[in-house]
């Protein structure tokens, strides 16, 4: 069985430290893995859009991240497992969704198109189909900007488990500096909520 990435982090404080400053230079595992899975897919032909925060650090916004999300659809998915399980990558248990590089022990995990964010439940944010909402930064397909807030929005207003989500869209903000309006790209279910961090920014004087 292999070691996890996360489980290195945590069994050994100075590689993680290393992996941490690494990350800044896109040279850790993660990035690694994410040249990898990125590159098969290609090759493959799956249509696909990196999403979370692999995809928020190639827009702008850097922060650390352990693992890799990816948004396919229901057939590319089923796809992606026909031709990489067991050739350099496993999924954590029988029947899962999910892939382990099985050389860096990074996880791959899906989001699949037409399944919610956040609680899981019906919401009028759903993940989208790759091939609408996908940009290329830096030679990887990376869903959009509105894309990623609408996904992060929705999972942190939906799933107490989630505030970090919404954590992150504030950060964003403050980082990449969008315009008030893009509110208006924004599914209306998130679209308030977006302007309430916005102005929020804005009022503590983040935002001049």
């Given at each position: 069985m292999i070691e996890?990435?996360?489980?290195?982090?945590?069994?050994?404080?100075?590689?993680?430290?290393?992996?941490?400053?690494?990350?800044?230079?896109?040279?850790?595992?993660?990035?690694?893995?994410?040249?990898?899975?990125?590159?098969?897919?290609?090759?493959?032909?799956?249509?696909?859009?990196?999403?979370?925060?692999?995809?928020?650090?190639?827009?702008?916004?850097?922060?650390?991240t352990e693992d890799v999300h990816i948004l396919a659809s229901r057939a590319g998915l089923e796809e992606i497992h026909r031709k990489l399980?067991?050739?350099?990558?496993?999924?954590?248990?029988?029947?899962?969704?999910?892939?382990?590089?099985?050389?860096?022990g990074v996880r791959i995990e899906f989001l699949v198109t037409g399944e919610y964010p956040g609680?899981?439940?019906?919401?009028?944010?759903?993940?989208?189909?790759?091939?609408?909402?996908?940009?290329?930064?830096?030679?990887?397909?990376v869903a959009n900007l509105p894309t990623l807030i609408n996904l992060k929005l929705a999972s942190g207003m939906t799933n107490p488990n989630r505030l970090k989500d919404l954590s992150d869209v504030q950060e964003l903000i403050r980082t990449l500096r969008p315009p008030r309006d893009l509110s208006n790209q924004l599914n209306p279910f998130v679209r308030a909520k977006f302007e309430e961090l916005w102005d929020g920014l804005r009022g503590a004087g983040e935002l001049e």
């Open positions: 996890t990435y996360e489980q290195r982090l945590n069994r050994d404080l100075n590689w993680a430290l290393d992996e941490g400053s690494k990350h800044f230079d896109e040279s850790n595992a993660v990035h690694r893995a994410l040249r990898r899975i990125t590159a098969r897919l290609t090759e493959l032909g799956i249509p696909f859009a990196v999403v979370g925060g692999m995809a928020m650090f190639l827009h702008g916004f850097r922060r650390f399980e067991g050739i350099g990558y496993v999924p954590p248990f029988q029947g899962s969704k999910q892939l382990r590089d099985a050389e860096l609680d899981g439940k019906p919401k009028p944010v759903e993940f989208p189909d790759p091939g609408q909402v996908v940009v290329n930064l830096s030679g990887v397909p």
